[in-house]
């Protein structure tokens, strides 16, 4: 009986741990920098290359990976410390599979799952990603 529980506690553990960080990381995606206006257009609105106004996620799990893309079977970008806060840009998924988009600084993008970060402010509006990577 006490078997299928431990099995059970060790499969949740590895599933968390996979969502969460570890391994290589490859080459970070990196957006290039572009002679665009600063101002917002409709066409970089729809690429979602703009951070929602004053939205920020808050990494709170330790050994947390960004990923390439809104899953735990996307590559790792950069990992990320806890406490760490980084500006959001959109958002795919609902419930316990919302994924944010989050800009992790010199023009390195980066998927983090809910369930690892604080957003700020709570009642934040975040518009849906214009595109999101096929898994």
Known sequence: MIRPVIILLLCLSLFILSACGGGNAPAATTVPPT???????????DNAEL????????VSFPSTSARSGPATSFDAVQQVSVNQ??????????G????????LGEGVL??????????SPA????????TVPAP
């Open 85 to 94: 806060v980084f500006p959001v840009i959109a958002q795919t998924g609902e």
């Open 110 to 119: 980066g998927w983090l799952w809910a369930r690892v970060v604080t957003i």
């Open 51 to 58: 951070p929602a106004e004053g939205v920020t996620a808050t």
């Open 96 to 103: 316990s599979s919302t994924w944010y988009l989050v800009d």
């Open 123 to 130: 009642d934040a509006v975040i518009e849906p990603a214009a």
């Open 35 to 45: 002679d665009a206006p600063a101002e917002a257009t409709a066409e970089s609105a």
